[in-house]
């Protein structure tokens, strides 16, 4: 049973349905985060079948990206089965329930210049559904500078955006003839509502799944490790599309359409109260692109 996360307050959730995206201050204690961070040097030291090193040979630092090894690294898996963090989830959802969707490690070591590039999560991802969310933890004390930044109120903007690759900034070949490219963000900041926050361990960010975001290289002399908990909530289905998927379908998956519960995408909270307010009324729909 996951510890108990605590009541949220009600314009925190507001927020976070408004903007698609808050920041959890001090949220995540000092010992999930030492938990975490033995599991992210456990995955640096034997990386999973997904790894990605996005730096070129030769250039400064180090972006490693790897995902989906929470039940290989038992670190992982005791932080997402047990701590407060899929409650916290629920209740910015106003989910009755979370699904584990995954779990996605981002370092940044000293002096890595490549950014992320803009993106939204969704149309890489194998889930339909307004609940869905990340849980962006630092486990470095991270400045505005080197911070993920996002577009507030972007989930909302009823567009699904072309998936792009982290290791050139190309789109993805996509089979999904409603996706659209993501536009060029840093070259017209001015007209966007960007938000981004000075981050200290403990704290923690939560976004939608369709609110745009990037960040920044890491050229300062100190680490950027992050841990990324995938959640997902009541109206949540299992999805196959037509085209990329990232991560890809695993075989023991749930059939497509079908609700998320399943021993890959584990049940790990149940609300005690019997419903929540469903948000689907809440929210500008977002279409649901073809599935396969
Ligand atoms: O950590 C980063 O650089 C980007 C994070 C991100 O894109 C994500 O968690 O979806």
Redesign the pocket.
Known sequence: MAAEAGSMAPDTIEQYAAQGVVCLRGAIEPRWLALLARGVEHNLAEPGPFAKHYTPAGAPGYFFGDYCNWRRIPEYREFLLHSPAAELAAQLMRSSRVNLFHE?V?V?EPGTLEP?PW?H?QPYWTVDGIQVC?M?IPLDPVPRETA?EFIRGSHRWGVWYTPRRFVDNQDHPSDDPSFVAVPDVNAHRNAYDLISWDLAPGDCIVFHALTL???PGNPLPQRRR?F?ARWTGDDARFVLRPGFMSPPPPDDAPASGSLMDSEVFPVVYRSPNICCSSPVTEHTPTHSPPRR
């Open positions: 996605h981002l940044k992320t993106h999560d990340s962006w993920p975001h990037g960040a992050a990324a």
